[in-house]
């Protein structure tokens, strides 16, 4: 829902102005500039946004509107970051003519322009992250492509806004958080207020690199990228240039593209997990290493691709949610089965001995032995590696010619490296001791 | 009941419309919220009575009334919604010229929403500034005093300015 009329407007009486008016006030020239800080975990964005305003000496009238929207007013503050020492709030007061809208009483000791800060919370805007990896024809390199897409719900448009996203839930803004929702009108508790102070002195950083990114985004017609920093106890994206986010739009931006990063595929069999189907994984490392690792990567949708002719032709290879993503971290993407590739466990024989009876006759111990066939096969072009996991319970004991690995007490798993239409078999025996022959 | 054969068919939908008002005592669709009817009034009725002037501004308020009306109405326990209502209502009356009517409905959210801060501040502040505005000072005073004792130490700047300059008045 767009709003009824711009959220900031002058009083005629105080001010010279071009604009438009669709009331009896005149309108502000535009934004000068506008930053959304968006905390994702706490559907909580930070607004500030600057203007140049002409004063007259004496009292100025400001209004500030926030009907039809969901802009906290309790968190709403306005500062001049020009002549700040010449420039006072004498006074707010709520207009009875107009709904949901303040209007600051302000003095200004000098006569023109002056610069100010509006700022403000509002809920309604979020973002999430997601990932397009291409895995080489062999699926041992790969591109990944990050991008966030940005919604806002809030009621009220953004033009031309510097976006910063913040990734991590601290302390900080659990606190703010916590405070919005006690805060909001709507649950008429404490005001959020308290907290921008501490927000911008957390992030002050960044608006000396927010600046470097406009200033990048101004020099070149490269595509934009998402600038990340590092504040220690959270992660700061500042998404290069700007961008116009309408109410009830959701837009998309590019975050970052890692190309040739290495990357093992492998294959994995487990009954107990995914059924009679080959699951299959793609593994990276968020590091240098890996032509990564210059950030955490938030959670988000990943979709995988394979090119699967020289001509770059490629396919689908299935999608996946990954979790965040430390610096170091490595990532198992799970996409999905893969029917090209096939196992199947056999019983091929059954045996129960050395039976223990008691002197009643009653059956107190015994022995089952089971040999069991995996066929594997891999009907793709590629070579590929197979992960196939067997689960054992009780008193057991395994005799095979395959080479195995212990997960842990009550798992196994053969590692088969399968070529390009290969058809494996391995075999083996589990022995089960249970009741009095068993001897753990 | 039955229309004159020569009605319009939109004559017909308003007269229809008229006789489940009076009914059922509203005139909102029955299958409107609270919420949604104190949306639609601020949007449709309240905002654009600020546009206009003459016989249109008297009517679009006296709608809004209506509707901040329906929301105290059918509010039950959603109080800040009906502390919205309520103060909204009292900005009507000051907008119809009924100062009285608007300081007393204004008093009421404080009395009524004790709770609800923010439209407890707003309400205060507008009684005040409107009695002071008419040259009430000595019915404004206590209104002031009020938003300073209560705001002084908020944790909001936007409150602690209120109360501030409250108390330059007190």
Same mark, same amino acid.
């Given at each position: 829902?767009?709003?009824?009329?711009?959220?900031?407007?002058?009083?005629?009486?105080?001010?010279?102005?071009?604009?438009?008016?669709?009331?009896?006030?005149?309108?502000?020239?535009?934004?000068?500039?506008?930053?959304?800080?968006?905390?994702?975990?706490?559907?909580?964005?930070?607004?500030?946004?600057?203007?140049?305003?002409?004063?007259?000496?004496?009292?100025?009238?400001?209004?500030?509107?926030?009907?039809?929207?969901?802009?906290?007013?309790?968190?709403?503050?306005?500062?001049?970051?020009?002549?700040?020492?010449?420039?006072?709030?004498?006074?707010?007061?709520?207009?009875?003519?107009?709904?949901?809208?303040?209007?600051?009483?302000?003095?200004?000791?000098?006569?023109?322009?002056?610069?100010?800060?509006?700022?403000?919370?509002?809920?309604?805007?979020?973002?999430?992250?997601?990932?397009?990896?291409?895995?080489?024809?062999?699926?041992?390199?790969?591109?990944?492509?990050?991008?966030?897409?940005?919604?806002?719900?809030?009621?009220?448009?953004?033009?031309?806004?510097?976006?910063?996203?913040?990734?991590?839930?601290?302390?900080?803004?659990?606190?703010?958080?916590?405070?919005?929702?006690?805060?909001?009108?709507?649950?008429?508790?404490?005001?959020?207020?308290?907290?921008?102070?501490?927000?911008?002195?957390?992030?002050?950083?960044?608006?000396?690199?927010?600046?470097?990114?406009?200033?990048?985004?101004?020099?070149?017609?490269?595509?934009?990228?998402?600038?990340?920093?590092?504040?220690?106890?959270?992660?700061?994206?500042?998404?290069?240039?700007?961008?116009?986010?309408?109410?009830?739009?959701?837009?998309?931006?590019?975050?970052?593209?890692?190309?040739?990063?290495?990357?093992?595929?492998?294959?994995?069999?487990?009954?107990?997990?995914?059924?009679?189907?080959?699951?299959?994984?793609?593994?990276?490392?968020?590091?240098?290493?890996?032509?990564?690792?210059?950030?955490?990567?938030?959670?988000?949708?990943?979709?995988?691709?394979?090119?699967?002719?020289?001509?770059?032709?490629?396919?689908?290879?299935?999608?996946?949610?990954?979790?965040?993503?430390?610096?170091?971290?490595?990532?198992?993407?799970?996409?999905?089965?893969?029917?090209?590739?096939?196992?199947?466990?056999?019983?091929?024989?059954?045996?129960?001995?050395?039976?223990?009876?008691?002197?009643?006759?009653?059956?107190?111990?015994?022995?089952?032995?089971?040999?069991?066939?995996?066929?594997?096969?891999?009907?793709?072009?590629?070579?590929?590696?197979?992960?196939?996991?067997?689960?054992?319970?009780?008193?057991?004991?395994?005799?095979?010619?395959?080479?195995?690995?212990?997960?842990?007490?009550?798992?196994?798993?053969?590692?088969?490296?399968?070529?390009?239409?290969?058809?494996?078999?391995?075999?083996?025996?589990?022995?089960?001791?249970?009741?009095?022959?068993?001897?753990? | 009941?039955?229309?004159?054969?020569?009605?319009?068919?939109?004559?017909?939908?308003?007269?229809?419309?008229?006789?489940?008002?009076?009914?059922?005592?509203?005139?909102?669709?029955?299958?409107?919220?609270?919420?949604?009817?104190?949306?639609?009034?601020?949007?449709?009725?309240?905002?654009?009575?600020?546009?206009?002037?003459?016989?249109?501004?008297?009517?679009?308020?006296? &709608?809004? =009334? @209506?509707?901040?009306?329906? !929301? %105290?109405?059918?509010?039950?326990?959603?109080?800040? *919604?009906?502390?919205? /209502?309520?103060?909204?209502?009292?900005?009507?009356?000051?907008?119809?010229?009924?100062?009285?009517?608007?300081?007393?409905?204004?008093?009421?959210?404080?009395? &009524?929403? =004790? @709770?609800?801060?923010?439209? !407890? %501040?707003?309400?205060?502040?507008?009684?005040?500034? *409107?009695?002071?505005? /008419?040259?009430?000072?000595?019915?404004?005073?206590?209104?002031?005093?009020?938003?300073?004792?209560?705001?002084?130490?908020?944790?909001?700047?936007?409150?602690?300015?209120? =109360?501030?300059?409250?108390?330059?008045?007190?």
């Amino acid at each position: 829902m767009k709003r009824a009329f711009l959220p900031i407007c002058l009083a005629a009486l105080a001010l010279q102005t071009t604009a438009f008016a669709r009331l009896s006030v005149v309108t502000l020239p535009g934004r000068d500039s506008v930053q959304l800080t968006i905390y994702n975990s706490a559907d909580l964005t930070l607004v500030r946004e600057t203007r140049y305003l002409t004063f007259r000496k004496g009292l100025n009238k400001l209004e500030f509107s926030w009907a039809n929207t969901l802009i906290d007013p309790t968190s709403v503050e306005f500062r001049a970051l020009t002549h700040a020492d010449k420039v006072e709030v004498l006074d707010v007061s709520f207009p009875p003519r107009v709904t949901n809208t303040l209007e600051w009483r302000i003095n200004s000791e000098v006569a023109g322009e002056v610069q100010v800060e509006i700022r403000y919370f509002t809920s309604g805007i979020s973002w999430s992250a997601d990932y397009v990896a291409e895995a080489s024809r062999d699926e041992k390199r790969m591109d990944l492509a990050g991008a966030v897409r940005v919604n806002n719900n809030s009621g009220e448009d953004y033009d031309n806004a510097e976006i910063r996203l913040v990734v991590g839930v601290i302390k900080l803004v659990q606190d703010i958080a916590d405070l919005a929702r006690q805060g909001r009108p709507e649950s008429q508790n404490m005001p959020t207020t308290l907290a921008l102070d501490e927000m911008e002195s957390k992030d002050g950083a960044a608006r000396a690199f927010g600046g470097m990114a406009k200033a990048a985004q101004m020099a070149s017609e490269r595509p934009r990228e998402i600038i990340k920093e590092n504040l220690s106890e959270y992660f700061l994206y500042t998404v290069e240039g700007r961008d116009t986010i309408p109410n009830g739009w959701s837009k998309r931006l590019p975050s970052f593209q890692a190309s040739d990063l290495p990357v093992a595929s492998y294959y994995k069999f487990e009954r107990e997990q995914w059924g009679d189907q080959v699951v299959r994984f793609y593994r990276f490392k968020n590091d240098k290493e890996n032509k990564l690792g210059n950030e955490p990567l938030p959670d988000g949708d990943v979709k995988a691709f394979r090119f699967v002719t020289a001509d770059k032709l490629y396919s689908f290879v299935g999608r996946t949610a990954v979790k965040y993503i430390p610096i170091g971290e490595q990532v198992e993407m799970q996409l999905g089965n893969d029917q090209e590739v096939l196992c199947k466990p056999t019983l091929m024989n059954w045996e129960k001995t050395d039976i223990h009876f008691d002197n009643n006759g009653a059956v107190t111990g015994w022995t089952i032995k089971e040999a069991w066939q995996v066929e594997a096969q891999n009907s793709k072009d590629i070579d590929i590696t197979l992960d196939v996991r067997r689960n054992f319970s009780g008193d057991w004991s395994l005799a095979t010619d395959t080479k195995y690995e212990k997960v842990d007490a009550s798992k196994v798993k053969f590692i088969l490296p399968l070529k390009s239409r290969e058809q494996q078999k391995l075999a083996y025996e589990v022995t089960t001791k249970y009741g009095t022959n068993a001897t753990r | 009941m039955r229309s004159p054969p020569n009605m319009e068919p939109m004559q017909r939908a308003r007269l229809a419309s008229l006789f489940l008002s009076l009914l059922f005592g509203c005139t909102h669709a029955p299958h409107e919220t609270a919420r949604q009817i104190f949306d639609r009034t601020v949007r449709e009725d309240h905002l654009l009575s600020a546009e206009v002037s003459g016989v249109e501004r008297e009517k679009l308020l006296a &709608q809004a =009334a @209506t509707g901040y009306e329906q !929301v %105290l109405r059918l509010g039950g326990n959603d109080r800040p *919604l009906c502390a919205s /209502a309520l103060r909204s209502l009292g900005n009507v009356r000051a907008e119809q010229g009924r100062l009285d009517e608007a300081v007393k409905l204004w008093s009421e959210v404080g009395s &009524q929403y =004790a @709770t609800c801060d923010w439209e !407890v %501040l707003q309400s205060w502040k507008s009684a005040a500034d *409107l009695l002071w505005d /008419a040259g009430r000072r000595d019915d404004a005073t206590p209104f002031y005093r009020q938003i300073f004792e209560r705001f002084r130490s908020a944790p909001s700047p936007i409150m602690r300015t209120v =109360a501030c300059a409250a108390q330059r008045r007190v």
